[in-house]
């Protein structure tokens, strides 16, 4: 797989063997997604970011048996944690708000492992399916775009929103663990804003790094602005920036959030 370190490669490789194990013919295909899939993977700051799709429902036992699996498989030297989420072809192919999933895993968690069954679904896999339809990699199985339909602009939007408003309530202290906790939770909001501003005014679905850059060009006159996605950029590149102003990061964020709200209003 061109661009990718051979150890993540190694990893990737182990991660399919083991679903295709684990679930046999009922396993449709595995895709890469996120920034991993896009150029964007930094193995300090980065996940691997993996959708495994399976024909029919797992029943509790199974899924979490997989799951348990996929959270043992040694990751990678280079770094890198895997958010990963098994889900049915229906679910794909279907048109939830909160898609459900049989399991999901990541294994930066100290519970890595959850059980989907009886929960409402996760808003963030309607993102995570436009995403790999749009840029993502298979492993295994059919091309995304045979498998993942188009995105429902005003789902994702509102999917979008969604992700904006987790960040904001989880705050710096939801980061607890993490050696910038502050600095990880203003890197996220921002990059997530950003992404999401360019999806509204361009179509284009991309990582949160190319969002940034996006931004950078699309407000050439701003220099708090630029100072602000210098700031979690160079966070995202493992580097120990100055902290950005709060406010900054709040007015950025409340602007995004107006513009969304207006494109499906």
């Not at 203003?186 to 969002?211: F, I, P, Q």
Request: hydrophobic share 40%; charged share 25%.
């Amino acid at each position: 797989m061109n661009g990718i370190d051979p150890d993540v490669e190694g990893y990737l490789a182990h991660v399919v063997r083991t679903l295709q194990r684990d679930l046999g013919d009922g396993l449709v295909g595995v895709y890469l997604h996120g920034s991993l899939a896009m150029g964007a993977f930094d193995p300090g700051r980065s996940d691997v970011d993996v959708l495994a799709v399976c024909s029919a429902p797992v029943p509790p036992a199974r899924s979490i048996a997989v799951g348990e699996a996929l959270a043992a498989i040694p990751r990678p030297p280079s770094g890198g944690d895997l958010e990963s989420s098994l889900v049915t072809e229906a679910a794909v192919r279907g048109s939830s708000a909160a898609p459900p999933f049989e399991v999901h895993v990541s294994t930066h968690e100290d519970t890595p492992v959850v059980d989907g069954h009886g929960r409402a679904g996760d808003e963030d896999l309607v993102i995570h399916f436009a995403m790999t339809r749009a840029r993502g990699r298979a492993l295994t199985g059919p091309a995304p775009a045979e498998l993942f339909p188009e995105a429902d602009r005003a789902s994702l939007i509102g999917a979008f929103l969604s992700d904006l408003d987790w960040a904001r309530e989880l705050g710096a202290a939801g980061w607890e663990g993490h050696r910038m906790p502050e600095l990880a939770s203003m890197a996220y909001r921002v990059l997530n804003a950003s992404r999401s501003w360019r999806y509204v005014e361009t179509g284009d679905l991309g990582s949160k790094v190319e969002g940034a850059a996006w931004l950078r060009h699309r407000e050439p006159a701003d220099p708090q602005l630029h100072a602000l996605l210098d700031a979690v950029l160079s966070f995202q590149r493992g580097e120990t920036p100055d902290r950005p102003n709060e406010r900054a990061v709040d007015a950025l964020v409340d602007r995004v959030e107006a513009i969304l709200r207006k494109a499906i209003a």
